[in-house]
């Protein structure tokens, strides 16, 4: 029986690049073949508890704004209200996947157990939901951030009382992604940094989180979840400074513990902002290492200078972004999740579904500039001949040399290089054609 929530809005269809009305896909075929599979595999897009249906609407200067009928999300009735409509929205969407913190999903009890037998319970019902849908679990992961008790960090935490709840917390949490069938599960270190170096031993920190995450490895195996662990990369906000800082910094963070071939990330536009790069330039990062598992979907204020986490609508950006993507073979088990949320203006039902389509139909703009980029080959052109140097049997033995060899033969050829031009300004006119 439907809640009423949506009342009077219609399932979203593929119209095509000309219609002009509000609430369909122009760029989003779902069935749409691209680069030989389809539009819907390449993009796997998936719907964030969190912001859809679990956010109020504050703000760090204001309360709630919307008034949903699952607020205050206080009871187990209200969080099976709250599944309902949620649901409800996955089938007008027709998305294929969501992703959920524990949080989201169940009210606060007060106790671990408590909060896990509800978690239980939940989980339970939205196992429910989904037979005879075609929705699964992108991931799950939980909230280890909004609490007090987490106010110092999880597993970075000076107090092992609270690494052990972390520790149990994390346990449920990967038992119920299993349960429901995840692709995924994800850790993101919220309060995993510091304040202040003046009561911080950050060595012990990072070796009581180089720990844990091999605990979530081990006890994936144990348990045969074949889904994937993904760590996020976030660089502040709400720590002065986190210790997944970004890509590199994790992916060295992966390395220095033995968990490179486990453990791949989960990166988001609106991080990689903050922490000064491009969201390319993170994709890029990851895939070079191998260690690209998903991402999370979104676009920052340029001009407010934090994590406003509003739904993407720059279409160049994203085409870049699935560009590097698409060049490293895909996202896997990961997909493209929309950790996105409506402005607190946006009060109605139908913003929630604006929001969505919207976005969809940037990423599928990206995703198909990104296709004939590749399929063009300009920019493989380029690079090919940037570094056509390379491939000459003298270059690859230099790399097999050493300092003195080298220098022997810049003596005896007269190496004297010249500057050749980066091309930069081609290249992004190129990149404009296809955007």
């Keep these: 029986m439907s809640t009423g929530f949506f009342e009077g809005l219609s399932k979203v269809t593929y119209q095509g690049a000309q219609s002009t009305e509000p609430l369909v896909y122009r760029h989003y075929n779902p069935e749409e073949v691209v680069l030989g599979k389809r539009m819907a595999d390449h993009l796997r897009f998936a719907v964030a508890w969190w912001h859809s249906f679990a956010w109020e609407g504050g703000d760090p200067f204001g309360g709630a704004t919307f008034q949903r009928p699952w607020h205050p999300q206080d009871d187990m009735g209200r969080a099976k209200m709250k599944a309902d409509v949620a649901f409800e929205m996955f089938d007008l969407l027709g998305v294929p996947y969501y992703c959920w913190h524990d949080a989201d999903l169940r009210p606060e009890q007060g106790s671990f157990a408590a909060n896990l037998s509800t978690l239980d319970e939940i989980t339970d019902y939205l196992g429910e939901k989904m ?62 940094g510091y304040e202040t170096l003046l009561n911080t031993d950050m060595g012990q920190e990072l070796d009581h989180m180089g720990r844990f995450l091999n605990m979530v490895v081990d006890y994936k195996h144990k348990i045969g979840f074949e889904g994937t662990i993904l760590v996020e990369p976030k660089p502040q906000e709400p ?31 609106g991080h990689a902002i903050l922490a000064g790069h491009s969201f390319e330039h993170e994709i890029a990062v990851a895939a070079a290492d191998g260690m690209l598992g998903s991402i999370d979907m979104n676009r920052n204020d340029y001009q407010s200078g934090w994590d406003t986490d509003q739904f993407p609508n720059n279409v160049p950006e994203v085409a870049l972004a699935y560009y590097h993507i698409l060049k490293a073979g895909g996202l896997g088990t990961g997909g493209t999740n929309f950790d996105a949320k409506l402005r607190r203006q946006s009060l109605d039902p139908v913003d929630l579904i604006a929001g969505h389509v919207g976005a969809m139909d940037v990423c599928a703009r990206g995703l198909k500039a990104a296709a004939a980029m590749i399929e063009d080959g300009g920019l493989e052109d380029a690079l090919t001949d940037r570094y056509a140097g390379w491939s000459s049997e003298a270059a690859q033995a230099m790399l097999g040399s050493d300092l003195e060899a080298i220098q022997a033969r810049v003596l005896a050829e007269g190496i004297e290089p010249a500057p050749r031009s980066g091309r930069q300004e081609i290249l992004e006119n190129y990149v404009n054609r296809f955007v």
């Design 131 to 192: 037979q005879g849908r075609d929705i699964g679990l992108l991931w799950g992961t939980a909230n280890m951030f909004s609490d007090r008790r987490w106010m110092s960090g999880a597993s970075t935490n000076p107090d092992p009382d609270v690494f052990a709840y972390a520790a149990a917390t994390v346990k449920g949490c990967l038992d119920a992604t299993h349960k429901l069938g995840g692709q995924n599960y994800v850790l993101w270190g919220g309060r995993e």
């Design 239 to 269: 720590s002065k400074h986190q210790y997944d800082f970004d890509a590199a910094t994790c992916i060295g963070f992966l390395r220095k513990y033995g968990l490179e071939g486990e453990v791949k990330l989960n990166l988001e536009q």
